[in-house]
């Protein structure tokens, strides 16, 4: 098709190769045929020719090297997209020979006249400065040229590049400081996040510190009307009223808005930079954003829980008020409560800590023992932080021990061993209780923190620890090496404090520590008997045994473990992951003194007279249909660039700034402009009016970039919602007529959002009729958006028509090692995708310990198009759920074949369709079937003449039989008649089912489609099904 004369054809056949490369399949090997379309003249297929070199230029450079001169051809092509796709392929070809040419086309690039041009140069920056760092002075003048581009689109990508290339080079960034801060709220949603972060730096170097503690805010610098002269005396002795730049406040007051951005990235930048830079009164602002980001994804949470865990030390205030936001929840996953449980942990005072104690005697009963345990440290850390309940905590504690769980009772053990060391005098009925469950305590840990406390504190129990010490004894070959350790040291101590008893106990259990396996407890053998049984080799180290050994140990601090990650910035890898990662950059402290703040100020350059007076004429020609306010047309005349770049500009920027939705966009307005003219010739003839000319042909140029702004306002805004800071800011210059056109598609979209959320818990019941009234009127208009099928308007589709559902055994629980899976195909639209087959499979815990992490691993073949389940955390012994899959079987029987996993081991099982199961019912009459059958004659149609169980002859019985086999729609007929119709869901194909009686039980199953192989299968089905009594 790529070789064919046929414009047609090479299109559709790089539809199917882009359609492969979406799908993750490899079309390296179609490169040399893709690269001689290059030169077409066609504009959709030389875009779609891009998109393939983009993907493979940097695999296939020989053969890219050799397309080069078109490649510099098309940077000089009318249409924007054009040039930008052969700019972008061209720094795709990593190769150092043709670095000069990247350079030129690069600094061509960022001077033209389109924004979406400008923007792919600076994305070709970073590539071509990772090839060849040495270019990095030429690329520092195109991105400082770039740095004042006006243009929304540009600024977040020329940001990038700035990081990437030259992040220390701030004096850049002074004079387009402002402008930057005011352009924020308008540049797409991951601009904002890389702009947001620079700015956080530079801000830390311009400005002074906002947290001085005696600091006096006066940020108007406006004395008071009634000021009298002894008041002032009396401020100029007082410590000097901190005054706020204005550039750090414009900063603070441009980005408070995006904290309402529906993208998380933004809101975390936004209080991130109001975490570093903002007063500390000001800070709390953040926190309503922060705890609306905890509904979001668990990916997301987990994510902003850290940064509020950092926040919640140092200014518990913020929190307070949301407290209830932290509570854990049953279905959240582990390390989602143990960071709610630290920020918890982190807000106790004296106030909430009842209520917080109430939240934690639940979080102990938990069945997720990690989470028991890390519930356990958060007591004791709150018995230690607050004197008030140490007690409470204490005897809390203490009843654990008690408990059937051996984790429980463990980590209990370690936490009041902690606690003990802080007032040891009070509790020593706590030891004796410790002392008396010891047998019963198998954790290692457990038990030699029990021994450590015998050892410590062996003068307030005279009596137990020697016979502690007894019994060890008798274990000490089969305990494990943190015991042996612990057992050595009581011997020692016990030894110095009641010889007479514990003399040949000790002996005893030195001389089974010399010959252990484990070199440390024979090294620490060796050493203790040296310490506490002098002789004459030991030197005068044995005479401070009792101070060495019996010295007052300084109790442990319980601390937060987000206690010190405050030294990373909010928001980065590096605090996410509390190691410094490559290429992080640290926040400089505050200056003493602030730079010279007029390094920012702009030289602003008054525009000619003639051209603004001319243009001021053009505006009052046009004031009937005028689309923006006086102000902003101001604001135009005195921009540099012309009209319709502003045009193409903002009607870019409501777009979330993704190429693929910016050629639709570009495509929507080609058809619906009258003049078929493209955007790009719109351009050309908007810049020649850039240029002073004479009046009459400014005049006309106006007129156009002004029709083209309203065209790809409205077709921008129905094609895509923007975010709400967007449709803020267009609301406010947009006059009243449009505002109240534009509402009602904002709510109609809204309303098709949550109904189609409203699917997901869609399941209607089967019924025996294949009506299509089955389907209320409201869910088929909900069902308009998903393309089912690609069958004529005349058909409509239908539910499944029938009800018992068959069950098949996907792993038994024996192969599963417990875990046990039963599929069947519930005969509903797939709402993953129109093409798939929806599948629920049933899981069950056979076993008797819980299942962790249940999820879909890889696929054969790799290719298997398959919408796998949300991983299921946790599947308790006895529990069963429900899940939903896609699978597109590409309308064959072939077995989908993937691994089902769970945290500890993997199962291979399939998936194996039966050709019924392929279908989806399709409503129609009798005349429409009879018109379709008449396409589906010769090779399409397969004929059989069966012999009919005398008990299926009834035409409830026929249909009962057929829509046991196939997922097909009742079509009415006659009595010796039964007609069927159905198409498959992967490729829309028709499929008729007819049966018509004979005499004498037989009957003729006739089925017509283009799928052969299938209907020679659904013939054999269908064949058997009618034939069994």
């Known amino acids: 098709m790529l070789e064919s004369n046929k414009e047609s054809l090479k299109l559709e056949a790089m539809k199917r190769i882009v359609q492969l490369i979406s799908k993750g399949k490899n079309a390296s090997e179609l490169f040399p045929a893709v690269v001689k379309n290059v030169a077409s003249k066609n504009i959709e297929l030389k875009k779609l020719v891009y998109v393939y070199l983009v993907r493979y230029a940097e695999e296939q450079q020989d053969l890219a090297l050799l397309s080069i001169s078109t490649f510099q051809r098309a940077l000089k092509d009318p249409n924007q997209f054009i040039r930008a796709s052969a700019l972008r392929v061209l720094s795709s070809i990593r190769v150092p020979i043709i670095v000069p040419i990247m350079m030129l086309a690069i600094k061509e690039a960022a001077t033209d006249l389109s924004p979406y041009v400008r923007k792919t140069s600076a994305h070709a920056i970073q590539k071509l400065y990772s090839l060849d760092p040495d270019q990095k002075e030429q690329l520092i003048e195109v991105i400082e040229k770039l740095l004042k581009d006006k243009s929304t689109l540009v600024a977040g990508s020329v940001v990038m590049a700035f990081e990437e290339v030259c992040p220390d080079r701030i004096d850049l960034i002074h004079k387009n400081y402002r402008k930057l801060c005011n352009l924020l709220v308008d540049v797409e949603e991951w601009g904002q996040v890389v702009i947001i972060n620079m700015l956080t730096r530079y801000a830390r170097t311009q400005f002074t510190t906002p947290w001085k503690e005696d600091a006096v805010f006066d940020e108007n610098n406006e004395k008071a009307f009634y000021d009298s002269d002894s008041e002032k005396k009396k401020e100029q002795t007082e410590t000097k009223a901190y005054i706020m730049d204005p550039d750090h406040r414009l900063l603070l007051r441009n980005t408070k808005p995006l904290l309402q951005s529906r993208n998380t990235a933004v809101v975390m930048a936004v209080a991130q930079l109001y975490w570093h830079l903002a007063p500390k009164h000001e800070v709390s602002i953040v926190t309503k954003s922060l705890v609306r980001l905890l509904r979001s994804h668990r990916e997301v949470q987990f994510i902003v829980l850290q940064n509020i865990a950092t926040m919640s030390i140092q200014r518990k205030g913020m929190f307070e008020p949301y407290m209830k936001s932290f509570y854990v929840r049953s279905t959240d996953a582990t390390h989602i409560k143990t960071l709610k449980l630290e920020i918890l942990t982190n807000l106790a005072n004296e106030a909430n800590i009842s209520t917080i104690l109430r939240e934690f005697q639940t979080y102990v009963k938990s069945q997720d023992k990690a989470f028991a345990a890390a519930t356990i440290q958060a007591i004791g850390r709150c018995a230690t932080n607050i004197s008030e309940v140490t007690d409470t905590c204490l005897n809390g504690l203490v009843l654990l021990l008690s408990n059937r769980d051996e984790t429980v009772v463990a980590e209990s053990v370690v936490v009041i061993k902690k606690l003990l060391q802080t007032q040891p005098t009070q509790h020593s009925d706590i030891i004796k209780h410790m002392a008396k469950l010891f047998d019963n305590i198998t954790v290692p840990m457990a038990r030699a923190s029990i021994l450590w406390l015998m050892g410590e504190y062996c003068e307030r129990v005279p009596k137990i620890a020697p016979d502690l010490l007894r019994k060890m004894a008798k274990t000490f070959t089969v305990e494990e090496d943190i015991v042996k350790l612990q057992t050595v040291n009581l011997a020692a101590k016990l030894y110095l404090t009641n010889s007479k ?28 008997r040296q310490l506490i049984v002098p002789n004459e080799k030991s030197g005068a180290l044995s005479r401070y045994a009792r101070r060495i050994l019996l010295a007052a140990k300084p109790a442990p601090v319980l601390e937060s473990a987000f206690k010190d990650r405050d030294r990373f910035q909010l928001g980065t890898l590096s605090h996410s992951l509390n190691v410094k990662a490559s290429g992080y950059q640290e926040l400089s402290d505050w200056p003493v003194v602030a ?39 101001k604001e135009e005349e005195g921009s540099d660039s012309s009209g319709s770049e502003d045009s193409s500009s903002s009607s870019s920027n409501e777009e979330s700034g993704s190429e693929s939705e910016e050629e639709s966009n570009e495509e929507s307005e080609k058809t619906s402009s009258d003049s078929g003219k493209s955007s790009s010739e719109s351009e050309r003839s908007s810049s020649e009016s850039e240029a002073e000319r004479e009046k009459k042909k400014i005049k006309p140029a106006v007129a156009d970039s002004d029709s083209g702004e309203s065209e790809a306002r409205t077709s921008s805004s129905s094609a895509e919602s923007s975010s709400e800071s967007e449709s803020d800011s267009e609301n406010d210059s947009a006059p009243q007529k449009t505002d109240v056109k534009a509402k009602p598609k904002m709510e109609v979209k809204s309303k098709k959002e949550v109904s189609l959320l409203d699917l997901d818990d869609f399941s209607p019941a089967p019924t025996n009729t294949p009506k299509p009234s089955v389907i209320s009127s409201s869910l088929l208009s909900d069902l308009e958006g998903l393309s089912l099928s690609n069958t004529s308007s005349t058909l409509q589709i239908t539910t499944s028509s029938f009800g018992p559902v068959k069950t098949y055994e996907l792993l038994h629980h024996m192969t599963g090692k417990g875990l046990s899976a039963k599929y069947h195909f519930p005969r509903q639209p797939c709402l993953y995708q129109p093409r798939m087959v929806a599948v629920q499979v049933m899981l069950t815990n056979s076993s008797d310990r819980s299942l962790e992490e249940i999820h879909i691993g890889d696929r054969s073949p790799a290719s298997l198009n398959i919408h796998c389940f949300n991983t299921i955390e946790r599947l308790e012994p006895g529990a069963s759920v429900t899940v939903s899959m896609g699978v597109d079987f590409s309308d064959s029987t072939q077995a989908a074949n993937f691994q089902l996993c769970t945290k500890e081991d993997q199962f291979s099982v399939s998936i194996q369709p039966a050709v019924g199961e392929l279908l989806m019912p399709t409503t129609m009459t009798q005349p429409d079937f009879c018109k379709e059958q008449k396409k589906l004659l010769g090779m399409n149609e397969t004929s059989a003449t069966i012999a009919i169980a005398t008990a299926n002859t009834s035409s409830q019985t026929i249909s009962k039989q057929v829509l046991s086999v196939a997922n097909v729609g009742v079509v009415p007929s006659s009595n010796n008649f039964h007609r069927f119709a159905g198409h498959t869901v992967s490729s829309g194909a028709m499929v008729l089912v007819s049966l018509e009686l004979k005499e004498s039980s037989t009957a003729l199953l006739t089925i017509n489609t283009e799928k052969s192989v299938m209907a020679s299968m659904l013939l054999r089905d269908l064949k058997q099904a009618l034939t069994q009594a």
Do not use: C, M
């Open 501 to 528: 008893q514990t003399k040949l106990l000790t002996q005893y259990i030195l001389n089974l520590g010399k010959y252990d396996q484990n070199y440390d407890i024979r090294d620490r053998t060796r050493f203790i």
């Open 595 to 633: 730079p010279d703040p007029t390094v920012r100020n702009v030289e602003v350059i008054e525009p000619v007279k003639e051209w603004a007076s001319s243009l001021g004429k053009t505006k009052q020609h046009k004031s009937d249909d005028k689309f923006y306010s006086d102000e902003e047309e």
